[in-house]
Every structure is written in structure tokens, then in C-alpha cells.
């Protein structure tokens, strides 16, 4: 009886121990977990509270009389009277209406300066447009400068530097009291290019850039991906060459990017002697990154249909490509599918290559082609987040959190098609 006692509580005590590593086990996955959401939401946290006044735009509305002999203009269709006039004038004396106190030159030159460098463009524009304009007043709205701009939205924030004198500001307070300056939802942001002046800085020819690549990288490396996948799992004869491909394949997968980039670099550009900056070459090296992510899926859902559905079609005399073409890959497609999206979005988000390649330019224009200059979102921020000024760092996290809303909408995406098309045995 003592024995047996005497084993009892060995095996109790063994037990515990066991039961003691397994909460200990759970505690730490739960600890890790918590971690992870918790350095997630505070980097979501800095993102957001740096990125949310990118959405905000501060304008100033002002009624400007178009005054010839200010402006020194009598014919706005004439181009070069357009070049020489001074758009400048009109704004400073509408500014003025508003301040009067300033008088002086040195302060109405100070007074021009709450506007951005683009005003003058748009009465030239607006007069452009309309010549019948001339020798009137309209009502005009302006970009405020970048400077401005900050001092508005960041007046009470310590962590902000104001770069304004004491009589701007005083200035940029009067026109906040009668509504002349205000602030709204920056749309310039989604409808320009870029601009070297953070208040005039858009992400619109970023977007387009992206979009373009991503689309010469679909084309590419989608058909030629799931052809790879489907030759080496269904047709490819099992020898040492098709070992080495696969063992190949499974490598590149883990290259780092920059190599791509590399490999761009020398073969389109060096070898071919393709454009740089231009979003057909960067959908061809996202593409050459892309394609083993693509095979692998792919491979892997081709594997998951059972044997039993291609003995059946085989039984019923299909040949082996009607198998393959009939009944494999429309089972298969949803896995493919999920693995090219989650490819695709992983090549969005990628900088490194694209840099070797030229997608690093300054590009004001909207790219209207392939083999237009262009550059894309991540580079876009990474151009942005290497400026000082403080607009550029706000306009970097907006792009963070629009580039994150992309790469969320596509791994979203895979996931309902995968629920939504995949077939269980």
C-alpha cells in the first residue's frame, strides 16, 4: 500500500509540473500576442496622429480685383504679356484689405508670404481661362504657405516649431477671426503630383505610377507563374534537373529584393537599354520578384486537390491535359489566386528595387503611360520622409496610411476569395 501511495503522489506531482509548464506555455503565447498588438497600435498611433492633419489643407479666400495696370497686363491672351505680368500685386493688395495696418513695403512683402508660390499661378491660369476676368474682382482661394499651415493646425503643440514671425502671426490670427483663413479636407493631396512645396504636394501621379506597375507585374508574372506551377507539379518528369528548378525557385524566394533591383538594373537598363523611371521596367523586376511567391502557392494549391477528383476524370478517358485544364486548375484557382494577391501586395509595398532602377525622380506629371516617368508610393514617402520640412513628414504618413489601405484592401480581398471560392472534400 505504501508503494502504491508512494507512485500516487509521484504521478500527482508530475502532473502538476506538467499542468504548471502548460499555463506557463499559454502565458507566454499570450504574452507574446500582446506584445505584437501592442507594438502594432502604437505604431498605428504614431502614424495616425502624425498623418491625420496630411488630410487637412489650409486656405485662404480672397477678393481679388484683377487690376491691368497692377498687374501691368492688357491682353491676358497674349503669352508673353502673360509671362511678364505681376500676379503677385493683386494678392498682396487683397491681403492688404484685410490687414491695413501693413503700409510698409518690407511688410506687404511679409503679408505676400502667408501665400503659397503657386498663387500667382492661379490668377494667371484663372485669367488664362477667362480673359473677360480682367479689370474685375473675383473671389479666390488660395493654398496657404506650408509655414502658415502649420501654425494653424499645430499652434498649441510644443512638439512643432513655428516658423512664422510675431507679426505673421499676429497677421494669420486677424484672417482666422474673420473667417478668411480656413481649414478642409486636403483634396490636392489625391488630384496633383508632387511639388516642392509641401501645401501644393499630392500623391495622385504616385498612385497612377503604382497602379501601372502592379499592372505590367500581373500581366507578367501571373500567367507565367501558374504555367510554372502547374508544368512542375503536374507534367514535369521527376529528375534532377526539375530539382535543382525547385530548389531554385524555393531560394529566390527568400533573395532579398534589392538583388532584383540589381538584376534590373544591368539586364532592361543596362542590357536592353529600356528607359529608367518608368513603370513598364519596374512591373518586370516586381514581376521577377513576385514569381516564385506565385509558384510556390500555386504548386502548393495544386497539391491540395485530391487524388481521387483526377482518377475520376481519368476513368471517364480524359486525357491528361483535360484533367489538368478541366478539373485541377479551376479547384485549384482560389489557392492561386490567394497566393498571386498576397504577392501583388507585397510588391506594392516594395522600395528597394525600384530605387536601383530610377523610380527615385522627382515627378511632378501625372504619368499618362507605360513608358511615362513615374514613381510609386513607397518611393513617393521615402522621397517625402527624407525631408525636413514639416509637411513633407505629414504628407509621408498620409501616404503611409493610404499605401496601408491598399496592402489591407488586397490581403482582404485574397481572404474572401478564398472562403468564397474554395471547394472541402
Given amino acids: ?45 504614431d502614424i495616425i496622429g502624425k498623418g491625420h492633419t496630411g488630410f487637412v489643407k489650409t486656405t485662404i479666400t480672397l477678393d481679388v480685383t484683377l487690376d491691368s495696370e497692377m498687374m501691368y497686363l492688357d491682353d491676358p491672351t497674349d503669352a508673353d504679356q502673360l509671362s511678364m505680368a505681376d500676379f503677385v500685386a493683386p494678392i498682396i493688395a487683397a491681403l492688404q484689405a484685410n490687414i491695413p495696418e501693413a503700409d510698409s513695403a518690407a511688410e506687404k512683402r511679409e503679408l505676400g508670404r502667408l501665400i503659397g508660390t503657386y498663387g500667382a499661378s492661379d490668377i494667371r491660369d484663372l485669367l488664362k481661362d477667362n480673359p473677360d476676368f480682367l479689370n474685375t474682382t473675383q473671389t479666390m482661394e488660395f493654398l496657404a504657405h506650408d509655414r502658415v499651415s502649420t501654425y494653424v493646425k499645430h499652434a498649441d503643440n510644443p512638439r512643432y516649431s513655428v516658423k512664422l514671425s510675431e507679426q505673421q502671426q499676429r497677421w494669420v490670427d486677424q484672417l482666422q477671426a474673420k473667417g478668411v483663413i480656413d481649414t478642409g479636407f486636403n483634396d490636392v493631396l489625391f488630384s496633383r503630383g508632387d511639388s516642392r512645396e509641401p501645401a501644393n504636394a ?3 501621379g504616385a498612385i497612377v505610377g503604382s497602379l501601372l506597375t502592379m499592372l505590367v507585374t500581373l500581366v507578367i508574372a501571373f500567367p507565367v507563374g501558374i504555367a510554372a506551377a502547374v508544368y512542375l507539379e503536374e507534367f514535369a518528369p521527376q529528375n534532377k534537373i526539375t530539382d535543382f528548378i525547385e530548389v531554385n525557385i524555393n531560394n529566390l524566394a527568400a533573395v532579398p529584393s534589392i538583388i532584383f533591383g540589381l538584376l534590373g538594373l544591368a539586364v532592361f537598363i543596362g542590357l536592353f537599354g529600356m528607359p529608367r523611371s518608368v513603370p513598364v521596367v519596374g512591373g518586370m523586376v516586381l514581376a521577377l520578384m513576385t514569381l516564385p511567391t506565385i509558384i510556390i502557392s500555386g504548386r502548393a494549391a495544386i497539391k491540395s486537390v485530391p487524388p481521387s477528383i483526377r482518377e475520376a476524370a481519368e476513368g471517364v478517358g480524359a486525357s491528361k ?4 485544364l478541366h478539373h ?24 528597394a528595387p525600384l530605387l536601383l532602377i ?33 509637411g513633407f513628414v505629414e504628407l509621408a504618413s498620409a501616404g503611409i496610411m493610404v499605401l ?6 488586397m490581403n482582404a480581398l485574397a481572404i474572401w476569395l478564398r472562403k468564397r471560392l474554395e471547394r472541402r472534400w
Fill in 404 to 409: 496601408l489601405t491598399f496592402m489591407i484592401t
Fill in 328 to 351: 485541377v486548375i479551376p479547384l485549384a484557382m482560389p489557392g492561386m489566386l490567394t497566393g498571386s494577391i498576397i504577392g501583388m501586395a507585397q510588391a506594392l509595398g516594395e522600395t
Fill in 321 to 324: 491535359m483535360q484533367v489538368v
Fill in 202 to 204: 499630392g500623391i495622385l
Fill in 358 to 390: 530610377g523610380m527615385v525622380a522627382f515627378i511632378v506629371d501625372v504619368p499618362g503611360g507605360f513608358f511615362d516617368s513615374a514613381t510609386v508610393l513607397p518611393v513617393q514617402i521615402y522621397l517625402w520622409a527624407s525631408s525636413s520640412e514639416q
Fill in 1 to 45: 500500500m505504501t508503494d502504491q501511495r508512494s507512485q500516487a503522489e509521484i504521478v500527482r506531482n508530475s502532473l502538476k509540473r506538467r499542468y504548471r509548464k502548460e499555463r506557463r506555455f499559454r502565458l507566454y503565447g499570450m504574452l507574446a500576442i500582446f506584445i505584437a498588438l501592442a507594438s502594432l497600435a502604437i505604431l498605428f498611433a
